[in-house]
C-alpha cells in the first residue's frame, strides 16, 4: 500500500471557502477510484513546532504505484490539482508530496 501525503502552503488570504470544496471533491474523486480510499484532510496542528509554513495537507491510501499514477492522471485531479496550486504559495511549488510505502 502506497500513503498519499500532500502537504500545502497556503497562501496568507487563502479563504478556507474556496479550499473546502476542494477537498470534499478530491475525497470523492479518491473514493469512487477502485483501490483508492481513507482520504483525510485538514489543518496541520504542529504540535512539534517543525512545520509552521504548511498549515493543510491530505492524505489518502493507493492499493499500489499503478493505482496512484491512474489516480494522478484522472481529469478530475488535474483540475482539482489547479485549482489547489491557485491557493499555494508560489503556485505548484507550494505543494509538498510524499508518497510512503507503508510495509509495517
Not at 75 to 80: I, M, R
Amino acid at each position: 500500500m502506497i500513503r498519499h501525503c500532500v502537504m500545502l502552503r497556503l497562501l496568507p488570504d487563502a479563504d478556507r471557502a474556496v479550499l473546502d470544496p476542494i477537498m470534499r471533491e478530491l475525497a470523492a474523486l479518491v473514493e469512487k477510484l477502485d483501490g483508492c480510499g481513507n482520504f483525510c484532510a485538514g489543518p496541520n496542528l504542529d504540535f512539534e513546532n517543525k512545520s509552521p509554513d504548511v498549515p493543510f495537507g491530505f492524505t489518502f491510501d493507493a492499493a499500489d504505484a499503478a493505482t496512484l499514477s491512474r489516480y494522478a492522471a484522472h481529469p478530475e485531479h488535474v483540475a482539482l490539482g489547479a485549482r489547489l496550486i491557485a491557493l499555494c504559495q508560489g503556485g505548484g511549488a507550494g505543494i509538498v508530496v510524499y508518497d510512503l510505502e507503508c510495509a509495517l
